[in-house]
T-cell receptor, first 113, second 116 residues
Framework: NAGVTQTPKFRILKIGQSMTLQCAQD?????MYWYRQDPGMGLKLIYY???????DKGEVPNGYNVSRSTTEDFPLRLELAAPSQTSVYFC????????????FGSGTQLSVL | KQEVTQIPAALSVPEGENLVLNCSFT??????LQWFRQDPGKGLTSLLL?????REQTSGRLNASLDKSSGRSTLYIAASQPGDSATYLC???????????????FGSGTQLTVLP
């Protein structure tokens, strides 16, 4: 019953460093999403994917990149970390169909100093 | 652009009380609406999903209603318990063109504390 798995749970970066946030789901979901959540705010969509090999930008894509080489994995890349990217990042997935509930990972808390 | 507002931002009630959380949205052309619960340091857990053609959904002590014409949804929690303490978020979902691609717009949440 793994669901959506995110790693790492916490990370501190220095300005200008790069890193990849990992996300994997074992529910064979086509749709996967990356969100960021700033304190006291709702979630904002960074990127999403409707299937392997297909990705698209969300509301706040600047400074991030994604890839979707398999159905299971949807990593998020930060190339040149900036303090504005300090946030909690959530990966989510869902299946197609009438009951389109979204399943979330437990999040990655990232601080850029 | 869809905007989703949740009022109040925080709510504290004594155990056993019935309560209502509010969610309002500006664009009524939605596909469905979903309520989530978020515990501190955790991801979001889906509570209820209401399709645009539905008026309400129920799960245990939770009841969610949807009024598209007025741009509002409510989450009713009956006989609240300390274990219900969490942040509750609503998300409005719309279609992105053809196929099954969807976009979710989240409210900023209501932080609920149920006092024993």
């Amino acid at each position: 019953n793994a669901g959506v798995t995110q790693t790492p749970k916490f990370r501190i970066l220095k300005i200008g460093q790069s890193m990849t946030l990992q996300c994997a789901q074992d529910m064979n979901h086509n749709y996967m999403y990356w969100y960021r959540q700033d304190p006291g705010m709702g979630l904002k969509l960074i990127y999403y994917s409707v299937g392997a090999g297909i990705t698209d930008k969300g509301e706040v894509p600047n400074g991030y990149n994604v890839s979707r080489s398999t159905t299971e994995d949807f990593p998020l890349r930060l190339e040149l970390a900036a303090p504005s990217q300090t946030s909690v990042y959530f990966c989510a997935s869902r299946s197609a169909g009438a009951h389109e509930k979204l399943f979330f990972g437990s999040g990655t808390q990232l601080s850029v100093l | 652009k869809q905007e989703v507002t949740q009022i109040p931002a925080a709510l504290s009630v004594p155990e056993g009380e019935n309560l209502v959380l509010n969610c309002s949205f500006t664009d009524s052309a939605i596909y469905n609406l979903q309520w989530f619960r978020q515990d501190p340091g955790k991801g979001l857990t889906s509570l209820l999903l209401i399709q645009s053609s539905q008026r309400e959904q129920t799960s245990g002590r939770l009841n969610a209603s949807l009024d598209k014409s007025s741009g509002r949804s409510t989450l009713y929690i009956a006989a609240s318990q300390p274990g219900d303490s969490a942040t509750y978020l609503c998300a409005v979902i719309r279609s992105l063109g053809s196929g099954s691609a969807r976009q979710l717009t989240f409210g900023s949440g209501t932080q609920l504390t149920v006092l024993p």
